[in-house]
């Protein structure tokens, strides 16, 4: 079975500019997860989706944003970058909500100049 | 000049011994609790999880401990491999937190051949 698939793997974007990167869950995982990652903050939560709707949201200002499809992909934007937005996005996915048994992808690196 | 980022616990063990690493959470309600491996430039690995109702729990090679009267974790990696080599993450979910699941600092592993 294949894993959590994310792309792009690594993006530059300059800031003011916006992004989406995306997420395609295990196969039969309906929860999809998306955390942020940084050295100085460690890895923080960002949103959870399950069934195309949003069941959780961590401390993130508006510009962050998400949605997830019929099919249990899911996107994640991210407006009016900010050179604080430069970290690795890691999407997890889960047969169920409630985060029994997330597994993660390998990420987005993004690089905000 | 200051460096800024996530200080991390470090353990460095020698090939073929055993490894302890321990995290203490935070929510006496969290219910589920999952070990991640991270290697460098991936996204974490699931390693092993745990729910409140157990105290122990065995994997390959790995067991993990749940102490909740002094809310503390910990995972035990038997005969150590220079594979093993990575950060590793504790995360809680705590019951009222939905689906969210909070991280630990991390701990770098280092093995050494």
């Known amino acids: 079975k294949a894993g959590v698939t994310q792309t792009p793997r690594y993006l530059i974007k300059t800031r003011g500019q916006q992004v989406t990167l995306s997420c395609s869950p295990i196969s039969g995982h309906r929860s999809v997860s998306w955390y942020q990652q940084t050295p100085g903050q460690g890895l923080q939560f960002l949103f959870e989706?399950?069934?195309?709707?949003?069941?959780n949201k961590g401390n993130f200002p508006g510009r962050f944003s998400g949605r997830q499809f019929s099919n249990s992909r899911s996107e994640m934007n991210v407006s009016t970058l900010e050179l604080g937005d430069s970290a690795l996005y890691l999407c997890a996915s889960s047969y169920t909500e409630g985060g029994y048994e997330q597994y993660f992808g390998p990420g987005t690196r993004l690089t905000v100049t | 000049g200051e460096s800024v980022g996530l200080h991390l616990p470090t353990l460095s063990v020698q090939e073929g011994d055993n490894s302890i690493i321990n995290c203490a959470y935070s929510?006496?309600?969290?219910?589920?609790f999952i070990w991640y491996k991270q290697e460098s430039g991936k996204g974490p690995q699931f390693i092993i999880d745990i729910r409140s109702n157990m105290d122990k729990r065995q994997g390959q090679r790995v067991t993990v401990l749940l102490n909740k009267t002094v809310k503390h974790l910990s995972l035990q990696i038997a005969a150590t491999q220079p594979g093993d080599s990575a950060v590793y993450f504790c995360?809680?979910?705590?019951?009222?937190?939905?689906?969210?699941?909070?991280f630990g600092e991390g701990t770098q592993l280092t093995v050494n051949p």
């Open positions: 995360a809680e979910n705590g019951e009222t937190s939905g689906s969210r699941l909070t």
């Open positions: 929510n006496s309600a969290s219910d589920y």
């Open positions: 989706y399950f069934s195309e709707t949003q069941r």
